[in-house]
C-alpha cells in the first residue's frame, strides 16, 4: 500500500474533473428522490429540479400496497438461493483444481477460464427451451440455475487464486492426520478463504440482485417476479404516475445502499472481485 | 479454535441453498396449482374487469379465477412467451387475427363451437360482426369481453378555443392547423411513438381512405407487390409531410403509449390532438377526471382525404378484445373459464360498468342503457361509429402473423423518423408477404 | 469434487452455446413445433441489412464506450486514490451508481430526460430542453453517456486499486529530478498502470457487446433502429418476432464476435490473462 504523501499541492485540473462528474452522478440520483416526493399535481406544474412545495410520502403507500414486499422477498430468495450453489459448488471445484494437480484439473480449470468469455445473452434461446421442458418455466429456480451456472467460472477461478497461496504443508499434515478431502475441505480451506468468499459472494450476489434478461424470459407472474422487472412492469402499471415509479426505483435501492453502508469495504472488494489488483 | 464455527457457517450455506431450492420448488407454476388464471391488460376496461373477478370469484369459491393485468407491450411478449411454454393463463386475452390464427394452428386454445351449440347464449348476445373476428375457419375461439375500440381522433376543446381554430375534417384542414398550434407553442399532435403501434393508426386510417379497404384486404391475403399500392406510397408521404411539418410532439420517438404520457400530453394542454383508440376516454378519465367533467375532451372522427377512394364511415381500430380458453389448462380450470364466459361476462352489470366506464361493448339491444349511461354522447358517438362502419378493419398488426406485424411496426418507426423513404418501405414490406 | 460446478456449467453455458448453434438452423416460432430449415435463417439474416446496422451500432457503443470512460475513470481514480477525508467522501458518492440495477438507472434517465415532463421544465435553460431520446442522430450518444454513468465507478475503482499499488518511491526520485506533476503523470503513472488499463479496457470492450438491460428500458432500440443494437436486435428478433431460429443466428454472430474479440485483445496485448486474475 503505498501512498504518494508528498503529492501536498492542490491537483486542479483533476478537483474541476472529480467535481464535475459528482454532479453528473448526483443529478439523477437527486431528481429521482425529488420526484418520488411530489404529488401528481405538482409533478406537472412545478420544476422538476427544485424541492416540491408540499412533499408527500404516499407515492412509497402505493408501491409498498403493491405487493413490493413479495417482489422483494423474491429477489432475496434468487439471491440467496444462487450464491449459496454458486460459492458451494465453485469452493469444490477450486479445491479440486488446486489439489489435485493432475492434467484433468487443468483441463477443467482451462474449460471456466473459457467460460468467462460467453456472454450471457447470447444463450437465452436455448436456456429458455431447456427451462421450459424441464418444467420449470416461471419458478424462480429458472432463474436460479442459470444465474449460478454463469457465475461459476469466475468464482472458481478466484477462489483457486486464492487456494494456490495456502501453503501445501498445511494440507500435507492434515493428511498425516488422517484428514479426508471433506475434512480438509471444512476446517481448512474454508476458514482460510473466508475473505475471498465473501468477496465473490458479494460479487455474485450483486449480479444475481440486478439481473434483467433471466427473470424478463424465464418467469412472467407477478407471484415469481423479482425486483428489477417489477420496476419495468410498475411503469406499465403506474402509467403516468411517475412519482410512484421513482418511489419503487428508490425502495429497490434501499436494501443494497443499507448493506453499502454497514458493509462498504466488503462491497466494494466484492464488486471488483478478480479485477483488482 | 474457531473450525467449529467455521463449519457451522458452511452448513447453513449448505442448508439455505437447500431451503431455498425447496421453498421455490414449492411456489412453482400459476396454472399447475393456483386453479384458473386469466391475464388482461392494465388501462382501458382493466377497472370492469378487476371488479368482474373480484365478484366472480366472492360467489364462486370453487371456480375462482386468479385475474392479472400486464401493460400492453409486456403482455404481448409475455403471453407468447408463456404459450410457448406450455404455461399459458386459463383464460388468455387476444385480438383475433393473425395472432389467434397462429394459436389456432398450434392448437393452443380451445374451440368453443360445441359449448355455443350446447348453450347458444353464449354467442347469441354479441353483435354478429364482432364475433367473426373471433372466428377462424367458421369455428369460434374467441368471445368478446369489453368495448368496441374505433380509433378516434381526439382533441382538446380549450386550447382549439384559444387558438380560434374549428377540428379538421379533410387532411388540408389539419395540415393548415399544424402552424396555428405550433406558433402558440402547442404541439399540434400528440402520439405515442416508443410504442410503434400508434403510428400504425395514421398509416391505416390514410391507406383507408386513399385506397379503401381493398389495399389491406390484398396484402392480408398475401398478394405479391401488395404493399406497393400507390394509395400505400401516398399515405407515406402524406406521414412524412406531417412529420416534416412539426405535426408531431417534440419527443414523440420516445413517448411510451404504455405509460399513457401520450393522452397526459392532451389533458394537460401541451398537446391539440391525439389519434388514439376509444380506450383513451377510459383511460383520461381515470387519471383526470377534471378534463372530462368540464367538457374539455373533443372527439372526432378521422379526416377525408380529398379525391380519396375509401368511405369517410370506414373505421379501423380493434373491433373488440377476447377471451380465449387455453386448450392447454385443466380440466377443472377449463370448467371454471367456461362458467365464468357463461354467466359471468357480458352479464348486466358488467355493461353498465363498461358503459360508466366510457366504452360500449359490441352487445344487442343496449340502445336504452347507452341513453340513460354517464356519458351519453360520447357513448352513441362510439357506438354508432362502430354500427354504421361501411368497414371495421382490424389493427394491421393483429391481423398479420408476428413476424409479418413486427415488421410493419419496424419499418412504419423508420418511416416516421425518416430513416427510409415510403419506396423503401413498400419494398421492405413486400419481402414479408408469404412469410409466416 | 469438480463435478457439481462443471454439472451446472454444462447444462446451463455449454449445452445452452452448443444448441444455439443448432438452432441457428431451425425454424421455430416458439410456440408451434421445431422444422429443419438449413441455411435459411443465415441467408435471411446476413442478407437483412438491419444485421449490419445492430453491428455497427454495437462496434460505434463499444469503441465510444472506451474512448469515454477510460479516460474519466483514470483521472477519477488517479484522484480518488490520495488520501483524505473529503476524497474519501467523494469515493462514497461516485459508487452509488453501481448499487443500482440497470433497470433502475433506465427508468431514472428516462424520467430525467422525457422531453415534456422532465428536466427540459427546469429553469427555462434551453441547453436542458433537447429531445434526447426522441432524436435520432441525439440517442446513441445519450445511451453511450447513461452506460457511461452506469459503469465509470467501477472502473474508478480498478484505477485507483491500481494507483495505490504504485510505490510512492517511484514519485519521490522524480520528485527529486524535478519533475513536475505532468511529467510524473506520464512518465510513472500511466505506465505502471498498463495492468489495469489493459484489464479495464477489456472488461469494456467485451462487456459492452452484451449490454442489452439498459438499451432495452431506456429506447427499446429506437426511435426507429437508431439504439437497436446486436444483443437487442436478437432478443426483439426472437421473443417479439417470434423467429427463434434468425434470433440465434444473430446470437451466434454475437457468440462469435465476443470470443474474437477476447482472442484479438489478449494477442494484442501479450494478454496474461490467468497472472492479471491471480492478482485478485
Not at chain 2, 137 to 144: F, H, I, N, S, V
Not at chain 2, 287 to 309: H, N
Not at chain 3, 68 to 97: C, D, E, H, K, N
Request: glycine share 10%; with cysteine; proline share 5%.
Amino acid at each position: 500500500m503505498a501512498v504518494n504523501v508528498t503529492r501536498t499541492r492542490i491537483n486542479v485540473p483533476g478537483g474541476v474533473l472529480a467535481f464535475g462528474w459528482l454532479l453528473v452522478v448526483l443529478l439523477p440520483v437527486y431528481y429521482v428522490v425529488l420526484t418520488s416526493l411530489r404529488s401528481m399535481e405538482g409533478f406537472y406544474s412545478s420544476n422538476p429540479l427544485l424541492p416540491p412545495a408540499e412533499p408527500t410520502v404516499d407515492n412509497y403507500g402505493r408501491v409498498l400496497e403493491d405487493d413490493f414486499l413479495r417482489y422483494l422477498l423474491n429477489s432475496v430468495v434468487v439471491t440467496l438461493g444462487t450464491v449459496a450453489i454458486t460459492v458451494t459448488v465453485s469452493l469444490m471445484a477450486a479445491y479440486y483444481v488446486v489439489r489435485n494437480g493432475g492434467r484433468l484439473a487443468g483441463l477443467t480449470y482451462k474449460a471456466f477460464l473459457l467460460g468467462l468469455a460467453i456472454p450471457l445473452q447470447a444463450t437465452i434461446i436455448p436456456v429458455y427451451y431447456l427451462i421450459t421442458r424441464a418444467h420449470l418455466y416461471d419458478t424462480l429456480l429458472a432463474i436460479i440455475l442459470p444465474s449460478a451456472a454463469f457465475a461459476i467460472p469466475l468464482t472458481v477461478i478466484i477462489l483457486a487464486n486464492f487456494l494456490r497461496d495456502v501453503p501445501g504443508e498445511l494440507f500435507e499434515s492434515m493428511r498425516l492426520d488422517g484428514a479426508g478431502h471433506w475434512r480438509m475441505l471444512f476446517s481448512l480451506v474454508l476458514p482460510l478463504v473466508r475473505p475471498a468468499v465473501v468477496t465473490v459472494a458479494v460479487y455474485d450476489g450483486l449480479q444475481v440482485w440486478n439481473g434483467f434478461l433471466y427473470p424478463l424470459i424465464l418467469t412472467q407472474s407477478p407471484d415469481q417476479r423479482v425486483l428489477p422487472l417489477a420496476l419495468w412492469s410498475f411503469q406499465g402499471q403506474f402509467q403516468v404516475d411517475i412519482p410512484a415509479v421513482l418511489a419503487a426505483v428508490v425502495l429497490s435501492t434501499l436494501p443494497v445502499l443499507a448493506l453499502y453502508i454497514v458493509g462498504r469495504r466488503q462491497l466494494v472488494s466484492g464488486l471488483t472481485a478478480g479485477f483488482g489488483r | 479454535m474457531t473450525l467449529g464455527k467455521r463449519r457451522t457457517a458452511l452448513l447453513s450455506t449448505g442448508l439455505a441453498a437447500l431451503l431455498t431450492l425447496v421453498a421455490s420448488c414449492g411456489s412453482s407454476g400459476p396454472g399447475s396449482a393456483g386453479g384458473a388464471s386469466a391475464w388482461a391488460l392494465t388501462g382501458g376496461d382493466e377497472q370492469t374487469l378487476r371488479t368482474s373477478f373480484e365478484n366472480w370469484n366472492a360467489d364462486h369459491s370453487g371456480s375462482r379465477i386468479n385475474a392479472e393485468f400486464f401493460a400492453n407491450d409486456a403482455y404481448k411478449q409475455k403471453i407468447r412467451t408463456a404459450i410457448g411454454a406450455g404455461d399459458a393463463p386459463t383464460l388468455i386475452f387476444g385480438w383475433g387475427g393473425g395472432t389467434l390464427q397462429q394459436w389456432v394452428d398450434a392448437d393452443k386454445v380451445m374451440d368453443l363451437s360445441g359449448q355455443i351449440n350446447d348453450n347458444p347464449a353464449l354467442a347469441d348476445r354479441f353483435l354478429p360482426s364482432v364475433l367473426e373476428t373471433g372466428k377462424i375457419d367458421g369455428k369460434t375461439y374467441a368471445l368478446p369481453n369489453n368495448g368496441m375500440q374505433p380509433v378516434i381522433l381526439y382533441y382538446n376543446k380549450e386550447l382549439f378555443d384559444r387558438v380560434g381554430v374549428e377540428p379538421p375534417e379533410t387532411w388540408d384542414d389539419l395540415m393548415a392547423l399544424v402552424p396555428k398550434f405550433k406558433q402558440q407553442n402547442i404541439a399540434p399532435l400528440s402520439i405515442g411513438g416508443q410504442s410503434k403501434w400508434p403510428q400504425l393508426m395514421w398509416e391505416e386510417y390514410l391507406v383507408d381512405r386513399i385506397g379503401g379497404p381493398e389495399v389491406f384486404n390484398a396484402i392480408a391475403e398475401g398478394e405479391p407487390g401488395a404493399w406497393s399500392h400507390p394509395a400505400i406510397l401516398e399515405a407515406n408521404r402524406k406521414i412524412q409531410q406531417l412529420v416534416d411539418a412539426g405535426g408531431f410532439v417534440k419527443g414523440f420517438n420516445s413517448i411510451a403509449s404504455d405509460s399513457a404520457a401520450d393522452s397526459a400530453l392532451l389533458y394537460t394542454g401541451k398537446a391539440a390532438m391525439m389519434l388514439m383508440g376509444s380506450w383513451a376516454y377510459p383511460t383520461i378519465k381515470d387519471s383526470a377526471p377534471e378534463f372530462i367533467a368540464e367538457d374539455k375532451l373533443g372527439y372526432t372522427t378521422f379526416p377525408v382525404v380529398e379525391g380519396g377512394k375509401g368511405d369517410p364511415d370506414n373505421i379501423v381500430g380493434n373491433p373488440s378484445n377476447f377471451w380465449s380458453v387455453s386448450a392447454g389448462a385443466g380440466e377443472q380450470e377449463k370448467q371454471a373459464a367456461l362458467s365464468y364466459l357463461k354467466d359471468g361476462m357480458m352479464n348486466d352489470s358488467y355493461v353498465d360498468n363498461l358503459l360508466s366506464g366510457g366504452s360500449v361493448p359490441p352487445v344487442k339491444g343496449i340502445e336504452d342503457k347507452l341513453a340513460g349511461a354517464e356519458n351519453p354522447d360520447y357513448l352513441s358517438f362510439v357506438y354508432n361509429m362502430a354500427a354504421e362502419a361501411p368497414n371495421f378493419q382490424l389493427s394491421w398488426d393483429q391481423a398479420l402473423t408476428p413476424r409479418q406485424g413486427e415488421a410493419l411496426l419496424n419499418n412504419l418507426d423508420q418511416l416516421f423518423t425518416k430513416q427510409i423513404t415510403p419506396e423503401q418501405f413498400s419494398a421492405n414490406m413486400n419481402k414479408t408477404i408469404g412469410q409466416q | 469434487m469438480a463435478v457439481p460446478a462443471l454439472l451446472f456449467f454444462g447444462v446451463f453455458a455449454l449445452v445452452p452455446l452448443v444448441g444455439v448453434v443448432l438452432l441457428s438452423f431451425v425454424s421455430w416460432d416458439g410456440i408451434s413445433g421445431m422444422s429443419w430449415a438449413g441455411l435459411v435463417n443465415w441467408f435471411n439474416v446476413l442478407g437483412d441489412s438491419m444485421t449490419y446496422q445492430a453491428l455497427w451500432l454495437s462496434v460505434q457503443v463499444m469503441v465510444l464506450s472506451w474512448l469515454v470512460q477510460t479516460p474519466i475513470s483514470m483521472l477519477l481514480g488517479v484522484f480518488i486514490a490520495a488520501r483524505g477525508r473529503y476524497r474519501a467522501l467523494l469515493g462514497v458518492l461516485y459508487f452509488l451508481p453501481m448499487l443500482l440495477s440497470s433497470a433502475a438507472i433506465a427508468i431514472a434517465f428516462k424520467a430525467l430526460l422525457d422531453p415534456n415532463f422532465g428536466m427540459s421544465l427546469a429553469f427555462g435553460i434551453e441547453a436542458f430542453a433537447q429531445d434526447w431520446l426522441g432524436d435520432r442522430d441525439l440517442a446513441l450518444y445519450v445511451v453511450i453517456f447513461v452506460i457511461a454513468w452506469q459503469f465509470v465507478p467501477f472502473h474508478t475503482l480498478l484505477y485507483q486499486a491500481g494507483v495505490r499499488q504504485i510505490p510512492a518511491s517511484l514519485y519521490e526520485a522524480a520528485e527529486i529530478d524535478g519533475a513536475g506533476r505532468v511529467r510524473q503523470f506520464f512518465h510513472i503513472t500511466l505506465p505502471q498502470l498498463r495492468y489495469t488499463i489493459i484489464t479495464s479496457s477489456t472488461l469494456m470492450l467485451v462487456g459492452s457487446l452484451t449490454y442489452f438491460d439498459l438499451v432495452y428500458v431506456l429506447t427499446e432500440g429506437g426511435p426507429g433502429n437508431a439504439t437497436r443494437i446486436l444483443p437487442l436486435d436478437m432478443y426483439l428478433t426472437g421473443f417479439r418476432a417470434n423467429n427463434m431460429g434468425a434470433a440465434s443466428v444473430l446470437a451466434v454472430l454475437l457468440v462469435g464476435t465476443g470470443l474474437a474479440l477476447a482472442l484479438g485483445l489478449s494477442r494484442l496485448s501479450s494478454f496474461r490473462r490467468g497472472s492479471q486474475l491471480e492478482g485478485a
